[in-house]
């Protein structure tokens, strides 16, 4: 055989080879995309995220996360003429101060208590750890409460000083921390 006849029988299998794999690429993508949207436009906005600490979070392969962002960038450049329904809001809680109707709340977000539905992730660490910036799922969380969380291989407890609540989906929010020892007690 000469190899231009290799190359020419060769050649149409390696783009069938290309298709099937360009195929499956394409849907791991429209699939991840509809797993995953609110997730990854409310990260996104999240200060201080990168593509890759949303893939380790999400466990989605790094090429998908950067795939879907720029989908979405695309996306929301389209949509801008439209009215923001369906998009994602806030709503901002002033702090308030406990009371005896409702006393603060202590909440366990260590790792091992981690689950779906319920999850935290740190975005921004002052003095040591003793302030945080952190995002997160979960109910019931609100200014005042106690969060036990695993820093920098150390469980600390902290109390929620500001939080926003994410309205689409309604148990995403993001809140700025401060280190306390209060709520020990309460494990």
């Keep these: 055989m000469t190899p231009a006849r ?27 995309r509809r797993r995953h949207a609110s997730i990854l436009a409310f ?3 999240s200060p201080d995220s990168t593509a890759r600490d949303i893939s380790r979070m999400l ?3 790094y090429t998908l996360v950067c795939a879907e962002l720029d989908y979405l960038e695309e996306a929301g450049r389209v949509a801008r003429h439209r009215p923001l329904v369906g998009r994602h809001t806030y709503s901002i809680r002033e702090p308030d101060e406990p009371t005896a109707v ?11 208590r981690l689950t779906w539905g319920r999850n935290i992730m740190v975005h921004h660490a002052l003095d040591n750890g003793e302030q945080l910036r952190v995002s997160g799922w979960g109910h ?25 609540h994410h309205q689409d989906p ?3 929010w ?4 401060a280190r306390t020892a209060e709520g020990a007690h309460q494990q």
């Design 174 to 177: 993001a809140a700025d921390l």
């Design 140 to 164: 019931g969380i609100h200014p005042g409460d106690k969060i036990l969380l695993e820093h920098e291989g150390e469980d600390a407890w902290h109390a929620v000083t500001a939080i926003q």
């Design 102 to 112: 409702r006393p603060y709340l202590v909440h366990d977000y260590r790792p091992d």
């Design 170 to 172: 309604a148990d995403m």
């Design 43 to 45: 990260l996104r906005d």
């Design 6 to 32: 290799v190359l020419g029988t060769a050649l149409p299998l390696l783009c069938l080879a290309a298709a099937v794999v360009l195929a499956a690429y394409g849907e791991a993508v429209r699939r991840a």
């Design 59 to 61: 466990l989605i392969p």
